[in-house]
């Protein structure tokens, strides 16, 4: 017996850190096992960018038929969103980042992955968020 919640949010976190390239046979590979999943890319100076990445995980979950256009469904991946958010807002606050959100989803359970480089001078650091809802 496998454990969804965790499954979908591995799936999640491999669209967010996979490259254009990959994004495609990922998105196949997870449709052959009953997943819905997306990547978008995001990036900007902190906060700035937050709304934006809100937003863009709303309407490409939609447009890709992840989530129906319903209330319920909108908070749920808002909500998961916000959470991956919080858990890379303290390295990211004031910083350019510059990353991917990996959305999947399978029957009931909904992970948004952000996966992210922030610039700070010449070096890179890396930061990874992410959150999970249930859908009825």
């Given at each position: 017996m496998t454990n969804e919640s965790i499954e979908v949010a591995k799936a999640s976190a491999r669209m967010a850190m996979s490259t254009r390239e990959e994004e495609e046979g990922l998105k196949k590979e997870f449709a052959g096992k009953?997943?819905?999943?997306?990547?978008?890319?995001?990036?900007?100076?902190?906060?700035?960018?937050?709304?934006?990445?809100?937003?863009?995980?709303?309407?490409?979950?939609?447009?890709?038929?992840?989530?129906?256009?319903?209330?319920?469904?909108?908070?749920?991946?808002v909500g998961a969103t916000r959470e991956a958010l919080s858990q890379i807002s303290v390295k990211t606050n004031g910083l350019s980042a510059g990353g991917k959100i990996g959305i999947a989803r399978k029957g009931e359970h909904i992970s948004v992955t952000i996966f992210m480089s922030i610039g700070i001078l010449h070096l890179n650091d890396i930061v990874i968020g992410l959150g999970h809802r249930s859908l009825p």
């Open positions: 009953g997943y819905k999943t997306i990547a978008v890319d995001v990036g900007g100076k902190f906060p700035d960018i937050c709304v934006k990445i809100l937003e863009r995980a709303l309407v490409a979950s939609k447009k890709n038929g992840i989530i129906d256009d319903i209330h319920v469904h909108d908070g749920a991946l």
